[in-house]
């Protein structure tokens, strides 16, 4: 057994978990040469809600962002999470697109891509892998984990087969909800190691209280590399802290080799910004214990909470129990899909109605509909006839990839934005939120217009006319 690798997610995963995706590129840049001698398997910097959060409550290029993070980080590698066919956005894209994107993050620093979708349906993640390989990045195609009758040891290989036979370079094992107990990632870990030759990585959340003990016996089953966040920001709903795990596996034979002193001093730098979240509200100190609930329903935190003020608007808090116990029913009427970005949302919502409106599926929104028809993908399990009739009205579901009934777009995309474009990756920034980036275009011009004319007023106080 080769020693373990640890990727950090302080600059991705962490915040966005803890901080809604809040920390700006000032509040990274003093620490990233520390981050870059730590010896990391790489940093995980980019992609996820990153993308969205810098264009619209930050005013920061992410792009920019990236190539800044690339210019001070001279020898780890830089990694970032891909929603497949939905790349950073939430909805599919043309290929053109896809394949667009990938070419552009990794010319600007990108060198590992996490590539996952939503079902596991593995026909959405393949024009990534391909367009990442192509370009010379490293593939790592993703297994969302979840629980179900159909989500066993055999199904999860299986995914991870087919992820091996596209190209992936590596596999990670994907839990956004912090639902793998310990025992359970022994066996899932061991089963992969036995069915393929890759570098195995796990993924997943301190939610629920037992994810250091996850790592554990995900370690000695053969884990190659797992997620861990610096400890200021880590546990609750974002990853186990690194300190902890690199000083459990030191002279053992999982030793990380990384150097606690200086983990030590990249903590004491995090630990006055995160106070500075704490007093501005943007980090609230319930998502920093365990909810056990998440084991209890298996319904990821940020669903749990998005339940409660869907029931708030409605006036109706005191059915919260009832909706609990709706969406394991919905769940398992819309084919058992994983509960992450976009699926947690449409099955919570559904659940929320059925409840409301005292019937099921009186009330069906357009992203339920879509669900059923097949528009997001393959679910896990054939979605019962009886739903489908009742959802789709007599409209036929689609059976093939669903990126094979989008036109190339790009082009369209280009002609549309031209006049706010000052870099080619500006096309890729308005494809994904055509309205937030059309603003972030225009504050972008209005700032550059004010530096300008400073300088024009500059220049005549000390040179008049």
Known sequence: MARVRITETVLRDAHQSLIATRMKFEDMLPVLEKLD?????????????????????LNE???ERLRKIRSAVKNTKLQMLLRGQNLLGYKHYADDVVEYFVQKAIANGIDIIRIFDALNDTRNIETAIRACKKEGGHAQGAVCYTISPVHDLEHFVKIAKQLVEMGADSICIKD????????????????????????????????????????????????????????????????????????????TEYDTG?????????ADYFRPIKEKYLESGLLDVKVMGV???????????GMLSN??????????????????????????????????????????????????????????????????????????????????????????PITCRPADLIEPELDKIKEKMKEYMEQDEDVLSYALFPQVAENFFKYRQAQKYKIESDMVDYENRVHPV
């Open 258 to 266: 990384l150097d606690l002193g200086l983990l030590s001093e990249i």
């Open 37 to 57: 001698k730590v010896g990391y398997a790489s940093l995980e910097c980019w992609g996820g809600a990153t993308f969205d959060s810098c264009l619209r409550f």
């Open 307 to 396: 339940l409660v003020s869907q029931l708030k608007q409605a006036n109706q808090v005191e059915k919260f129990e009832e909706v609990l116990k709706e969406v394991p029913k919905v769940r398992e009427d819309f084919g058992y899909p994983p509960l992450v970005t976009p699926t947690s949302q449409i099955v919570g919502t559904q659940a929320v109605l059925n409840v409301i409106t005292g019937e099921r599926y009186k009330m069906v929104p357009k992203e339920s509909k879509a669900l059923v028809k097949g528009e997001y993908g393959r679910t896990p399990a054939p979605i019962p006839k009886e739903i489908t009739e009742k959802i789709l009205n007599g409209e036929e």
């Open 176 to 251: 956004m909800a912090g639902l793998l107990l310990p025992y359970e990632a022994y066996k899932l870990v061991k089963a992969l190691k036995e069915n393929i030759k890759i570098p195995v990585q796990l993924h997943t959340h301190y939610t629920s209280g037992v994810a250091s003990m996850t790592y554990l016996k995900a370690i000695e089953a053969g884990c190659d590399i797992v997620d861990c966040a610096i400890s200021p920001l880590s546990m609750g709903t974002s990853q186990p802290p690194t300190e902890p795990l690199v000083a459990t596996l030191k002279g």
């Open 61 to 63: 290029d992410p792009w």
């Open 291 to 301: 909810d056990v609930n998440a084991l209890i329903y298996q319904v990821p935190g």
